[in-house]
């Protein structure tokens, strides 16, 4: 089959992007091809529709957003242009789905987060006219953002976020969204969690050397990487607190992505890593030139890997890090809870606080990496292949696709 994977955005290293990325090269091992669709599109997924009337930030969606949303009277001529916004969208998508001959769609949580309104109302006409078949792949839900719960219009989120029609299937990426969405949709959905090709494993060596020097570090430094972006659900300052906690100057936090960054958020994690005597770097990872360091080389460089977030739909990041055999340093967010921690994992972990516990082990894995660390990163990367690898993807997404 030929799938148009749709979304507002497929770029940069955000986690719908990401797991698109890796569903595509996943049902591409079954014979699958694809097409794809959206706002923003980096080069590597062709062949493809640019659309850059789809994408979530332009100008004219962030004032409908802006007009829709904290409010409960719709303004004046609003109807209008959103209605005349999500025509076009769908004479886009009709477009893409017969010049690229779709046999049937993924639409990667834009039927899920009303980010772009007029690209969810779209979709829904498009699935309901066309027939085409269609799985929601749904990252996060609406009504999991505060910014989304007062909606001057909320019937269109009752009609298409998501939407309930024959043709669609629904898949969520952790076991509270299942529950929820059944709850208010009446919906059941698949649950497939997050995934990396850990019957492959990677498919080259990250490279140490070319990390560090990026960061600009000498042999003897000490990397706790975050591997997220700079935004207030990541919980940096938990992995600050940690490295202050430690008091061993050799300990360097490194950053790892520059987009969507919150640059108050940056600021304020500036001022209390000084305060704390921590240096904290933002040491971008992504492709690049021949000699810029990708998050493979990230990876290898780090002597332990930070996940301290409060929050997360599921947690890529935290699956690269099995994935390259590191060990981690992670906050127990409800869906690690839930969804990861009852696999087996061993992580260095902590609720909400990094307490004696926390820095106690930390110190001593830091001490021997050869020893308890080694162990657990072997035991995380065969639960990645029992419970999050390609194969699991393929188990639950073929059959959807008949």
């Not at 477009?95 to 309104?117: H, S, Y």
Request: aromatic letters at 8%; glycine letters at 8%; a negative charge.
């Amino acid at each position: 089959m030929n799938i148009g994977m749709v979304s507002t955005r497929f770029a940069g290293l955000d986690g719908v992007s990401l797991e698109a990325r890796k569903m595509a090269e996943a049902l591409g091992q079954a014979g699958h091809t694809f097409s794809w669709f959206a706002g923003e599109l980096d080069p590597e997924f062709r062949p493809g529709m640019h659309v850059p009337a789809a994408f979530f930030g332009t100008p004219e969606n962030l004032a409908l957003e802006a007009a829709i949303f904290g409010h409960d009277t719709v303004p004046s001529g609003l109807p209008r242009r959103l209605s005349t916004s999500v025509g076009e969208l769908a004479g886009s998508l009709l477009t893409f789905v017969e010049d690229f001959g779709v046999d049937a769609m993924v639409v990667q949580n834009a039927l899920a987060i009303p980010m772009q309104l007029p690209l969810g109302l779209a979709i829904t006409q498009v699935v309901a006219a066309s027939g085409v078949p269609t799985i929601g792949h749904h990252h996060d839900f609406g009504w999991e953002r505060p910014r989304f719960s007062r909606c001057a219009l909320p019937g269109i989120l009752d009609l298409a976020f998501p939407p309930t029609m024959a043709g669609l299937s629904h898949v969520v990426i952790n076991l509270d969204a299942r529950d929820a969405l059944f709850e208010r949709k009446g919906v059941e959905a698949t649950v497939l969690p997050n995934v990396m090709d850990f019957e492959r494993g990677p498919r080259r060596s990250g490279r140490r050397e070319v990390y560090r020097e990026a960061a600009g570090l000498s042999d003897g430094d000490v990397i706790f990487l975050q591997p997220t972006r700079v935004i207030r659900r990541k919980g940096i300052e938990l992995t600050i607190e940690l490295a202050h906690r430690l008091a061993d100057p050799a300990i360097k936090v490194l950053v790892t992505h520059v987009d969507d960054l919150d640059a108050a958020y940056w600021e304020e994690l500036r001022a209390l890593a000084e305060d704390r005597g921590v240096d904290l770097r933002l040491v971008p990872a992504a492709p690049g030139g021949l000699g810029d360091p990708r998050l493979a080389d990230a990876y290898a460089a780090a002597d332990l890997v930070c996940y301290p977030s409060l929050y997360e739909g599921f947690g890529n990041a935290l699956l690269e890090a099995f994935f390259y055999r590191r060990p981690v340093f992670v906050n127990r967010y409800p869906v690690y809870r839930r969804d990861i921690a009852p696999t087996g994992v061993r992580c260095i972990e902590i609720d909400g606080a990094v307490d004696d516990a926390a820095v106690e082990m930390t110190a001593r894995w830091l001490s021997d990496p050869r020893g308890e660390p080694a162990e657990a990163v072997e035991v995380n990367y065969e639960i990645g292949r029992r419970h999050f690898s390609y194969a699991v993807l393929r188990d639950r997404i073929l059959p959807l696709l008949g």
